[in-house]
């Protein structure tokens, strides 16, 4: 018999970790757009901010998200 904590645990496996690539914030649009149209040749590197305090990434959900996104 299964419990719930397990049951969760299966169908997160079969879920994938990313429901979409695309980057719906507004914010990151417009300051996205500022760039490309102030600075058009200038190399930019974004960095991803964990606002949630409850959320919390283990290593294994981070090592998952970088196997999903590499394909």
């Known amino acids: 018999m299964q419990t719930q904590t397990?049951?969760?645990e299966e169908?997160?496996?079969?879920?994938p970790p990313v429901r979409s690539i695309l980057d719906t914030?507004?914010?990151k649009f417009t300051m996205q757009?500022?760039?490309?149209?102030?600075f058009p040749t200038s190399q930019v590197s974004y960095k991803f901010?964990?606002?949630?305090k409850e959320m919390r990434f283990?290593?294994?959900s981070v090592e998952?998200?970088?196997q999903y996104v590499m394909g």
Request: charged share 40%; aromatic share 4%.
């Open 6 to 8: 397990n049951q969760r």
């Open 11 to 15: 169908e997160e496996e079969d879920t």
């Open 25 to 27: 914030d507004l914010y």
């Open 33 to 38: 757009q500022a760039i490309l149209h102030h």
């Open 49 to 52: 901010t964990n606002r949630s």
């Open 58 to 60: 283990t290593r294994k």
């Open 64 to 66: 998952k998200v970088k």
